[in-house]
């Protein structure tokens, strides 16, 4: 089956940088990679996705690449806010079902 | 965007009891719902995945008699945990996947439950 690796655990970033969460995946026959944020105590938001025919997705201040030969893909996030801190889940898969990556706290400090 | 429900936010029970978890999609149908399981600072772990007419499909290790789901309709599915112990307390978070927009499908969350059994 699948396997996510999210890399770092947790992230902390001052106000205004960059912030990069990265998960690698094992199935190459994967085709669908969405990115969730969860809140303390709240259910996890779809915040992008991307799908394996596109490279690069870009929302706002919210971008997503994906490399499927190296089978990684990356979240970046600029111009961080207090209000990005959460935990973000990457994830991977197909139509079937999604494999999640073990999670990356980002604390955005003032 | 689209909107999954669930109903209780959270219970508390006595060991032995059985608990009744309902996730609804409220804005769109959907064929496929998952059920997952999250612990404390950890990820999300798949349990099962629920197709409305047939069986539901359970992740190794998962006991099928223990957390039984029925998909009745394309907007319902139910997660009921028989006999339940102190280490079934978790929080139990559904997911729908459709097309809301008519786009290509993705999943979309509950609000989870919170159980705690005594």
């Known amino acids: 089956g699948e396997n996510v690796e999210q890399h770092p655990s947790t992230l902390s970033v001052q106000e205004g940088d960059s912030a990069v969460i990265k998960c690698t995946y094992s199935?190459?026959?994967?085709?669908?990679f969405p990115w969730y944020k969860q809140e303390l105590g709240k259910r996890p938001q779809l915040i992008i996705d991307?799908?394996?025919?596109?490279g690069e997705k870009k929302d706002q201040r919210i971008a997503v690449t994906l490399n499927k030969t190296a089978k990684h893909f990356s979240l970046h996030i600029t111009e961080t806010q207090p209000e990005d801190s959460a935990v973000y889940f990457c994830?991977?898969?197909?139509?079937?079902?999604?494999?999640f990556g073990k999670g990356t706290m980002l604390l955005v400090s003032p | 965007g689209a909107v999954v429900s669930q109903h209780p936010s959270w219970v508390i029970c006595k060991s032995g009891t059985s608990v009744k978890i309902e996730c609804r999609s409220l804005?769109?149908?959907?064929?496929?719902m998952f059920w997952y399981r999250q612990f404390p600072k950890q990820s999300l772990m798949l349990m099962a995945t629920?197709?409305?007419?047939?069986?539901?499909?359970?992740e190794q290790g998962v006991e099928k008699d223990k957390f039984l789901i029925n998909h009745a309709s394309l907007t319902l599915s139910t997660l009921t945990v028989t006999s339940a112990h102190p280490e079934d307390s978790s929080f139990y978070i559904c997911?729908?996947?459709?097309?809301?927009?008519?786009?290509?499908?993705?999943?979309?969350f509950g609000p989870g439950t919170r159980l705690l059994v005594l």
């Open positions: 997911s729908a996947r459709g097309s809301p927009s008519g786009g290509q499908e993705t999943q979309y």
């Open positions: 199935d190459s026959a994967s085709n669908y």
């Open positions: 991307i799908r394996s025919n596109v």
């Open positions: 994830a991977g898969g197909g139509y079937s079902t999604l494999t």
């Open positions: 804005d769109f149908q959907a064929t496929t």
């Open positions: 629920s197709n409305e007419g047939s069986k539901a499909t359970y």
